[in-house]
């Protein structure tokens, strides 16, 4: 039997990928350098984004922010001090002046008391007593109430912190040793700070 030979038959159509390849960019040479063109924006692009990143901030711009901003906050800060020192000189200065107020107009009606019971033509010993014994509870009660308090004396030892001793008794005991004999003038404290020593007689 006699083998058949295969004959290959070239013709336009059956070219090599290769060349089709290289016929086609032959063809197209201006999709070639479109695709160039956008290759290398996109590549400019990276590398503005990438000089946008790696870009650091002028240290002195950034050191001249921080001194305006904290010379602002400095300015602010002693603005508001000298207001606050402003207002404290000037509530002090109405207090000094007028510190009195309260206390003047809590005594002012016992002054009416005490000007009704010399208007009073009643005769009565016992009632006139009675009256001033009312307007002398009724000033004790006021003084309580604005933190006054009377110095206790009776029975008490002698004591340099509230009494002030003005005379020296002798020959009283030795139970009345260092005692308070005689009060000969109150003594008063203000939310218990001393105004007024009480002056006592002591015992020696």
Avoid: W
Avoid at 49 to 60: A, S
Avoid at 128 to 149: A, D, P, Q, S, W
């Amino acid at each position: 039997m006699a083998k058949e030979k295969k004959i290959k038959v070239e013709d336009g159509n059956n070219k090599p990928e290769e060349e089709i390849k290289d016929e086609a960019q032959q063809q197209n040479p201006e999709t070639d350098k479109e695709d160039n063109t956008d290759k290398k924006a996109e590549d400019s692009n990276k590398n503005e984004e990438t000089t946008d990143n790696t870009e650091e901030k002028d240290p002195l711009e950034v050191a001249q922010a921080e001194i305006a901003e904290l010379k602002d906050k400095y300015l602010r800060s002693v603005a508001e001090f000298d207001n606050y020192r402003k207002r404290t000189l000037k509530e002090k200065a109405e207090l000094i002046l007028n510190g009195g107020e309260k206390t003047i107009s809590a005594i002012l009606p016992i002054l009416d008391d005490f000007e009704r019971a010399i208007a009073d033509k009643n005769e009565d010993a016992k009632a006139i007593k009675e009256g001033f014994e009312l307007i002398y509870k009724k000033f004790n009660k006021t003084l309580e109430g604005m933190g006054v308090k009377k110095i206790e004396t009776t029975d008490q030892d002698f004591n340099t912190e509230y009494h002030e001793a003005i005379a020296m008794v002798p020959g009283m005991g030795d139970d009345k040793k260092g005692k308070i004999i005689d009060c000969v003038e109150a003594g008063y404290t203000l939310n218990d700070k001393v105004i007024r020593h009480a002056k006592v007689a002591v015992g020696q």
